[in-house]
């Protein structure tokens, strides 16, 4: 894709700093303040949703808000505070202001006792009751006697919010980006996929477009399934789609295949990742993502998971530990490319019909042979086109050109333009 890709990293590393400190949830202003912010860069837009709403087999809960959150010990100073972490409580923490003994207090709270000084990522959306989280040798100090416990939280009858952009291309089906914004302060569990989404939607919005692209920004779980439940009458729009996230760690990427297992989408990123080091290829399992709502059997999407390290295989998951200085910029604009090299298989992805069938037709005498151009040597460029002449039988589409030839798709798309150009192809049809 014709990205501009220098200093991507480093706007999408900012965009992170930036959402970074807002306490998101489920539902609640943090999540309403992190679509403003995005709002400032795609004409996003927003959705309420009341709670108590009827969402398939769920129910918008109530909406979650704090202002403030804190134990204090006896002298009044605050030995775990949510304005220094909001990783600090528990989310969806029902109100508390009580006096207790540390013992009282201790089933409260969290830490991780092999990771002493990170602290965990913990919520109960579905249970109400509180808690602290907080790094296990700070636990530890906490002395016997009396401490005050501030959650000054309201969990009461509201909405879930979520962000939805459209950009119209020339037909109505449509590609599906999805990525989740219900996190607090982590960094590359929900703030990478939202960033690369972003940017990646302020890019596409600047191209002329084959198909239109939906862009969703939504809370895990319970925002796919309410957006899933509202717009269930044209769900066979969706022709191909991503959950995006986890793409801003150093480490190699990890494609997880849609239920259907060789959606074209599938066989799309599997084309680009192969000529990735380091990339791996999972097949579906109901868990992870939101690809669990798109992929479930009464929808069954063709929407795959993208992300680098999964989720669970690294240390610093859910944890304080997943922050700044774990996503890098360069990791970023990876994975922007990436998915933007992905977007012009889908784009870029025709089935062709050879005008000469009989015998190679003569490529020199059209200025074909030997014309050498691009990042692929001679050699391989008229590869290319006698592949794409080849399996162009009305049949076999570019992706499957590629897929059989093993060049890369861009090569297989640029050699059948050349042909086009000659008119040694004609449109078969557009798959
Ligand atoms: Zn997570």
Redesign the pocket.
Known sequence: MAFELVGSGERMHDLIRRLYPICRSLTGDGVRETLAILAEQIPLEVREVPTGTRVLDWEVPKEWNVRDAYIADESGRRVVDFAESNLHLMGYSVPVREQMLLEQLEPHLFSLPDRPDWIPYRTSYFKEQWGFCLPHRQLESLGDGEYEVCIDSTLEEGNLTYGELLLEGESEREVLFSCHIC?PSLCN??LSGIVVATTLAARLAKRSLRYSYRFLFVPGMLGPITWLALNESRLDRVAHGLVLTLLGDPGGFTYKRSRRHDAEIDRAVENVLGQLEGSELRDFSPWGYDERQYCSPGFDLPVGCLMRSP?GEFAEY?TSADDLDFVRPEALAESLATIGEVVDVLEGNDTFLNLSPKGEPQLGRRGLYGAVGGAIGGRSRELALLWVLNMSDGRHSLLAIAERSGLPFAAVRDAASSLLGVELLGRARRS
Request: no cysteine; net charge negative; charged share 20%.
């Open positions: 996190h569990d929900n989720h859910h």
